[in-house]
């Protein structure tokens, strides 16, 4: 089974601090990992995935096999990043399978 | 611009009544699916299709069923709706063709149940 866990449902920031999102997650064998975001009603979309190392709106992650974690980082957080952010798992080079998420984190970048 | 269209924005139905919850998409994939969305539990999976006709129980099916009649619509049934699944419900569509595995999401749709 697959299992996406986010330990901090909020997470309150200032404008320019860095800013860190936690996923750890459980899965035997190769994940693909994405982060997902939902800015204030707009719908759920990709921010990056793990199998493309790039660098989305200043954001990365790292998937970390040994830690099982794939936290989402800005070194300098500004006040348009607030919105909810997913992080979710699928199995690598499977077609058709699904999705799984973890819980979510609200996170508010502060003026 | 790819689509997945939810046909309605906010939904208020009775207690029992039965609910169609309509999902298109134009982009000629494959796979489609059925979230609920609720705070602190993240995204759900209620039900899953891979192709025409066919359909897979996701983590929550207990409630729903569904139908993918066409390749473009897949239908999200509330038999008898209750108060617990008043929620937002998220449907999704990804491709098994290339190295895209990225979902695409349609807008959602909120459900009162009263």
């Known amino acids: 089974a697959q299992r996406v866990t986010q330990p901090e449902k909020l997470l309150s920031v200032f404008k320019g601090a860095p800013v860190e999102l936690k996923c750890n997650y459980s899965?035997?064998?190769?994940?693909?990992l994405f982060w997902y975001v939902q800015y204030s009603r707009q719908r759920l979309q990709l921010l990056l995935r793990h199998i493309s190392r790039e660098s989305i709106k200043g954001f990365t992650a790292d998937l970390n096999k040994g830690e099982t974690s794939f936290h989402l980082k800005k070194p300098f957080a500004q006040e348009e990043d607030s919105a909810m952010y997913y992080c979710a798992l699928t199995p690598q080079g499977t077609s058709g399978s699904r999705l799984t998420f973890g819980e979510g984190t609200q996170l508010t970048v502060n003026p | 611009d790819v689509k997945v269209t939810q046909s309605s924005r906010y939904l208020v139905k009775r207690t029992g009544e039965k609910v169609f919850l309509e999902c298109v998409q134009d982009m000629d994939h494959e796979n489609m699916f059925w979230y609920r969305q609720d705070p602190g539990l993240g995204l759900r999976l209620i039900y899953f299709s891979y192709d025409v006709k066919m359909k897979e129980k996701g983590d929550i099916p207990e409630g729903y069923s569904v139908s993918r009649e066409k390749k473009e619509r897949f239908s999200l049934i509330l038999e008898s709706a209750s108060t617990n699944q008043t929620s937002m419900y998220l449907c999704?569509?990804?491709?098994?063709?290339?190295?895209?595995?990225?979902?695409?999401f349609g807008s959602g749709t909120r459900l009162t149940v009263v």
């Open positions: 899965y035997s064998g190769s994940p693909e």
């Open positions: 999704a569509s990804r491709s098994d063709r290339g190295l895209n595995y990225g979902y695409t």
